[in-house]
């Protein structure tokens, strides 16, 4: 018979609180746990998956399933908006050292796919060589405008 589990009542794990205990165990034995979400919803939860230390392999629960969705969604909008700003400032600078190299209309182009949507055009121009080492726009769902014959390479 497994020992009796640590009384984590009262106790805060990320958006979660830990209202009461349950009578389920997992297959190791660990205890679940009845939390309460700061939304409001309630959520039961092994003690295992409790946890302060976030750095730890194991998974953690840190909110209701709604909530953690929403988290989710949060963090990997986050990540893309920084990597889009990353690349948007890495195609400025390259463009600012080919400047008078290039034509002057690739210069107005905007700075990536991305931005180009946000604008509603179809071409952009990074101010990089794709992969046969052509410098020349992008089509937003295509390739360099030089491997498609559209443009000469400057």
Known sequence: MPSKPR???GEVYGQ???VRASERRTKSGNAFW???CSCGREREVPSDKLSHNTARK???VMACLVCSRELQVEAVCAKNDREERRR???SERIRAELKGT???RWLSLPLTDAHARERGELLFFRGTR????HLAPYRINGGCLACAGQMPSA
């Open 7 to 9: 009384n984590r009542v």
């Open 16 to 18: 979660l609180l830990v």
């Open 34 to 36: 009845w939390c309460r």
């Open 58 to 60: 194991k998974p953690v």
């Open 88 to 90: 948007r400032l890495e």
């Open 102 to 104: 290039v034509p002057e």
């Open 130 to 133: 794709c992969l046969r080492n």
